[in-house]
Each structure stands twice: as C-alpha cells, then as structure tokens.
C-alpha cells in the first residue's frame, strides 16, 4: 500500500529573541530581535527564546535545533505537533540556555517532519574590555 502523503506546511518566520510569548488576549509578542551577541570571555553562558511559524494545513513534527559551525549540536528541543490549517497557523514559543565555548557562527533551525526548513544565523563575537575613565574628583 503506498504511503499516504501529508499535506503540506512550512515554517514561515524563525526569530531569536530576549522573550516571546502569547498574552491572554491571544497576541503574540516578541521582544528583542537579535542575531549577534558579543562578550569579552567565553566560555558564557546565554538564554533566549525562539518564535516559529508554521502555516498550511496537517498534523506534523516540529524541532528546533542549535548548532555551532561545524555542524554539531549544542541544544534541542523536544518535538513538538503543529496543528495547522489553512485559517489558523501554529507558534512555537521554545526557552533556550546554552553554553558558548568559542566564537563564530552558530545556527538556530526548524525542523518539520524531519525536514530541515529554515534556519537563523546567531553570531557570537569576541569583544575587546572597555577601558574604563578614572572618577571625575
């Protein structure tokens, strides 16, 4: 018996954030965008949340993953299903804190069913100590 295809989906926007959230008024909030965090020692550790977008229509399996630049996962989440239908897209609301050993070029992605959809550069940078201006006596 051939296997039942899904109906399609895709994940529409990925965000990484200082916070995102659903209030009680069903309005989704995400509040502080970035893509590039800077410190002067590592290891360090950093917590952040990601927003996902699915839109279409089925059941499916949803994963959001980070890795660093070779490839190697740092953090996962657990699957999650998305219930969607053509009137009514799925958010994913997903808390990470990871530790960074080194700088470079991370990747948050989203999964679904399996599939690698879209992924999120998180760049993380060394930075040089300011130098701070002796007290005004």
Request: net charge neutral; proline share 7%.
């Amino acid at each position: 018996m051939p296997k039942q295809q899904q109906p399609n989906a895709q994940v529409t926007a990925l965000l990484v954030a200082q916070d995102a959230f659903m209030d009680n008024r069903g309005r989704t909030h995400v509040i502080g965008i970035f893509d590039t965090v800077g410190t002067i020692k590592f290891p360090f550790d950093i917590s952040f949340m990601v927003y996902c977008s699915i839109k279409g229509e089925g059941t499916h399996t949803a994963l959001i993953k980070i890795e660093n630049s070779l490839g190697d996962k740092i953090a996962e989440s657990k699957p999650m299903v998305a219930e969607v239908t053509p009137q009514k897209s799925h958010q994913i609301f997903a808390g990470f804190g990871i530790g960074i050993k080194a700088p470079g070029l991370y990747k948050v992605i989203a999964y679904l069913d399996g599939i690698k959809e879209i992924e999120h550069p998180l760049f993380v940078r060394e930075e040089q100590p300011t130098k701070t201006e002796p007290p005004i006596q």
